[in-house]
């Protein structure tokens, strides 16, 4: 707003033409109140109508409005960039907007039609779970027809809103990482172990982007390596993700310490009468008698020699 007579500009000559902010308030209840009412347009500066004076408040007349609104889980600082259809464009020639996370670009002015396209570029790892658009008539009307990235065909009516409406997930990812422990002379490596999610092969220190709640990791284990899961998996290897999770799960394979049985079997054929325990073993320089498998053989009972 511009004041240009009857003011006091001898301190301050530029106050002649510089720009005055200037606050109004508005009564809804004069123009259908609180309920009915919303704010379509303002003048901007300079005005939109080439030639016209700057300080000219120019409305373009049978304006509709697009307002863009945008969900996303988890809402981060991923961009959104919106397009219209080939050739079509707002009343100020803009064709794309970008909308940063959940937010909205609200009241933009449109021509009246009835086969605007809006589509998103759908960010990678990311899902386009729904999309819609609905003219805010007294009795909210959906039009147009969603699409895999979008809404094709969509109204836009002079003097009313359309709102479209996009909402996304970005999927999960869960990691399965092989841990192989070989501290008692075990050799197997990671390849070894083939890994799974929800019976899906997958590899190891790899990310893999799965869906949204519960999934199962699990392995085929090698003889003699006990197992353990962990991470952020429970020790089942059951675990449950929400969008935009980043989850990783470890299995570890500890080779077993190896044992070894000694068996003493003792024959007594001839009229012996010892037993394994009367005899002490050694196995590389340690005593034992922890591991006996007894297999005594009485004696046979023999014909007595003639004299």
């Known amino acids: 707003m511009r004041r240009t007579s009857n003011n006091a500009c001898d301190a301050n000559p530029g106050c002649n033409t510089d720009d005055t902010v200037a606050d109004t308030t508005i009564q809804l209840a004069d123009v259908g109140g609180v309920d009915d009412a919303f704010l379509l347009n303002v003048c901007s500066y300079p005005s939109g109508i080439p030639g016209s004076d700057p300080s000219d408040c120019v409305f373009t007349p049978n304006s509709g409005f697009l307002t863009i609104v945008k969900v996303a889980d988890p809402d981060d600082a991923t961009d959104f960039v919106f397009n219209l259809g080939a050739g079509q464009t707002s009343r100020d020639g803009t064709s794309s907007w970008t909308i ?17 396209d809006l589509n998103e570029v759908v960010p990678p790892g990311w899902d386009l779970d729904n999309a819609e658009c609905e003219l805010q008539t007294a009795t909210p009307a959906s039009t147009g027809t969603e699409t895999s990235t979008g809404v094709d065909n969509f109204t836009i009516q002079s003097g009313v809103e359309t709102i479209c409406s996009f909402d996304d997930s970005k999927a999960p990812t869960l990691t399965v990482t092989k841990i192989v422990v070989n501290d008692d002379g075990g050799t197997a490596v990671v390849s070894d172990f083939p890994l799974f999610v ?58 077993q310490q190896a044992t070894i049985t000694v068996v003493k079997e003792v024959t007594n054929d001839d009229g012996g009468s010892a037993a394994p325990d009367d005899f002490d073993l050694t196995l590389e320089a340690t005593r034992s008698r922890a591991a006996w498998r007894s297999t005594s053989t009485p004696a046979p009972t023999r014909p007595a020699r003639p004299c």
Do not use: M, R, W
């Not at 220190?205 to 952020?232: C, F, P, Q, R």
């Open 198 to 255: 929800d019976g899906n092969s997958v590899t190891s220190g790899v990310k893999n982007t799965v869906s949204a709640g519960a999934h199962t990791v699990s392995e085929t284990n090698l003889s003699g390596y006990t197992a353990t899961i962990g991470g952020d998996c429970a020790a089942d290897g059951s675990i449950t993700l929400s969008a935009g999770d980043d989850k990783t799960c470890t299995i570890t394979n500890d080779d």
């Open 100 to 116: 940063t996370g959940s937010g909205s670009q609200q009241f933009i002015s449109f021509a009246p039609g009835t086969s605007y």
